[in-house]
């Protein structure tokens, strides 16, 4: 997940004139992992319809990586950044959940923390290029201006970011 003073950074960035932050969700990320290994599981319950002439005490065996396995989030984020690798991005070394992409004087940076995904750029168009190729692999649903993210009330004026936390007040 994203540090804290990298979100702080792409904030205090996206206060500059010509930048924008935008935010999108990544549908059902975990499940774009395959597990490397088996894991066997019990039937959760609640389940009769798909297993009805099942035993109770029959076990499954996971093909996809799932949320509250072990090895789930290394999986979505070798996924992730593999993807991310063959769009054109690099990993910062100072934070390996962002990425940056520059074509000419163009950047966009991509910060990731678990599913959601908030894009800074001084260019739209390489931003919602980010976004269709991501929503065409993962389904993600771009969300437009940043104005919500981790519990964080995000307000852009002109010049400035303001950062809120007041419904936890």
Sequence with gaps: TIKSSSLRALFALGARPGWSLSQGDINNAY?????????LMTLPPGLPDLTDGVPDDSCVELIKSLYGTKTAGNIWSDVFANWMKKQGFTRLASDPC????QVGDKILIVGVYV????????C????????AAADG????????ELSWVLGLKIERNDDRIAVSQAAYI
């Design 31 to 39: 499940l774009h992992g395959t597990l490397p290994d088996p894991i």
């Design 98 to 101: 962002v990425y940056k992409k």
């Design 115 to 122: 599913d959601d995904c908030i894009a800074l750029t001084n």
């Design 124 to 131: 739209k168009a390489l931003s919602n290029a980010f976004f």
């Design 137 to 144: 692999t993962f389904g993600i649903k771009n969300e437009g």
